[in-house]
């Protein structure tokens, strides 16, 4: 008989406790203990079986020189902004978790992926959506892909049993927190199944060398059960981000043991699909008319990739005490503080001004080298002067107006050069740094007050 015992997780780092409490002692969080029920003689069986730890009695240390290098093989995805995430494709045995809010697209990338994978077996595993869902949503695709299963199903061991039967070479789960084991007594998606059908995954993965893809949902305040108490089992974290409302989807690894974490795949979700964006640049930048006040272009940094960016601001007279002051896609706190370095260093009065900040595209940015270009769009609105079409921007502003030096100015100011733009401003204080390799004319300025002077006057 299954001795049942009852145990109660957080919700949010997944720790245990053998009775409720209010707060988390670990991460802190309060009121997130679940009581759920956990089947103890299986929890036994799997001890005694010697799941968590293998003891293999002849193991021996060995040089790490005659350990054999294991050769990674790599499964081409067809996809480049997913290929640059995984660190070149997928890595045989290997578990992925793909997280992201709901509706970001999480099941649009992976049907577009399976369905690209033209000549290899994929299996498709949906427990959100029937197959009727999942078919239309791939005639919206419009891609054919004969080896294509999907399948219908919430539990593991008839997952693991159909997979056998079919030998796919890659299996996609959507998603984790509909999937049960038979092992765990509570309801799916709470921490100890989400844990226990990862765990159980796992293991399949390293045994049968199919890679898996997780889809987990994570909500706004990240309170779900899972990817959080996943990441250290999984092999990659990739994260699906964005804004519903814009059509830019940035793909970023959060971790990765088979390659780097600062890597970012860009797509545009389209009628067909997530179009992979390969120039961001450009799309970013098209929109544009050069006559108009209160725009400037940064060159920014997104983990490994430099692209420019758009940042625009609106200074008008306020009507009301208080003068308002709101950022979309960058934060408010340090407008309020670039604002200040205006007003104090450089003479300009924003008392009684509203101040609004937009990065186009609905993008977030948090690369400190686009303060300079968010100050010349503020002035440039401020005054009523437009900056020049051909002008980009690439430094930190500090307290006392410092124009201050930014990582890889190298990549920022290239990408600028090949998109055409004829000057950019950076920081005088970026050393070691060789101008004569770019035709586009690189100004070094070390203070606002000079940037000001030289763009209006
Ligand atoms: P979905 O993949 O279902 O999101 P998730 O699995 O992360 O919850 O996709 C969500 C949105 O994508 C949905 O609102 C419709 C939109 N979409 C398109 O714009 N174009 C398309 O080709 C498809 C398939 C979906
Ligand atoms: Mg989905």
Known sequence: MAKLKSVYFCQSCGNQSPKWIGKCPVCGEWNTYVEEVVDKTEEKLKEKKGYSVKRNEEAKPIPIKEVHELETRRIDTHDTELNRVLGGGIVLGSLILIGGEPGIGKSTLMLQVALKLKGIKILY????ESDRQIKLRADRIGIKNENCYILTETNTQAIFKQAEEL????????????????????PPGSVSQVRECTAELQRYSKETSIPIFLIGHITK????????????????????EGDRNYTYRILRTIKNRFGSTSEIGIYEMIGDGLRPVINPSEILLTQRDDDLSGIAIASMMEGMRPFLIETQALVTPAFYGTPQRSSTGFDARRLNMLLAVL????????????????????????????????MAALASSY???????KIAFAAEVGLSGEVRAVSKIDQRVSEADKLGFEKIYISKFNQKFDAKKFNIEVVNISRVQQLMEELFG
Do not use: C, W
């Open 125 to 128: 595993v949906t427990g959100e």
């Open 167 to 186: 030998a796919p070479d890659i299996i996609i789960i959507d998603s984790i927190q509909t999937l049960h084991t038979v092992y765990v007594e509570s």
């Open 221 to 240: 305040d990240g309170m779900i059960a899972g990817p959080k108490v996943l990441e250290h089992i999984v092999d990659t974290v990739l994260q699906f």
């Open 343 to 374: 007003e104090k260093r450089a003479g300009f009065r924003f008392g009684t001004k509203d101040a609004f900040l937009n990065i186009a595209g609905g993008l977030r940015v948090e690369d400190p080298a686009i303060d300079l270009a968010v």
């Open 383 to 389: 005054n009523d002067i437009f900056v020049p079409g």
